[in-house]
Nanobody
Framework: QVRLVESGGGLVQAGGSLRLSCVAS????????MAWFRQAPGKEREFVGG????????SYADSVKGRFTASRDNAKNTVYLQMNGLNADDTAVYYC?????????????????WGQGTQVTVSS
């Protein structure tokens, strides 16, 4: 089990950029697949993107492909989500999630550990 703490959210104008960070506790971070989800008011939590372990493969939702990039720094126990070209539809609480298995599923209950979330608001 890992403890996850997100940061980097905030208010940004449409077209702008933000970089979210998620710091994980524990000494086996490199063996965890890490994903980002988001949840807008009144909507279900949805997969955004992520980076798997051990191969470092990435996957993204179609709605963010080409705009968002997930990366990780295992030395810092940190996963990032670089978000460019933000629009109002990207407004949501963004969550970091971890699972200790290979593969990058897009289903919420396939992940064992979650952060508290960070709010991203995009003004149009």
């Amino acid at each position: 089990q890992v403890r996850l703490v997100e940061s980097g959210g905030g208010l940004v104008q449409a077209g702008g950029s933000l970089r979210l960070s998620c710091v994980a506790s524990g000494r086996t971070f490199s063996s965890y697949t890490m994903a980002w989800f988001r949840q807008a008011p009144g909507k279900e939590r949805e997969f955004v993107g992520g980076i798997s372990s051990p191969d470092g493969g990435t996957s993204y939702a179609d709605s963010v492909k080409g705009r968002f990039t997930a990366s990780r720094d295992n030395a810092k126990n940190t996963v990032y989500l670089q978000m460019n070209g933000l629009n109002a539809d990207d407004t949501a609480v963004y969550y970091c999630a971890a699972r200790k298995y290979y593969g990058l599923p897009r289903i919420v209950n396939r992940y064992d550990d979650w952060g508290q979330g960070t709010q991203v608001t995009v003004s149009s």
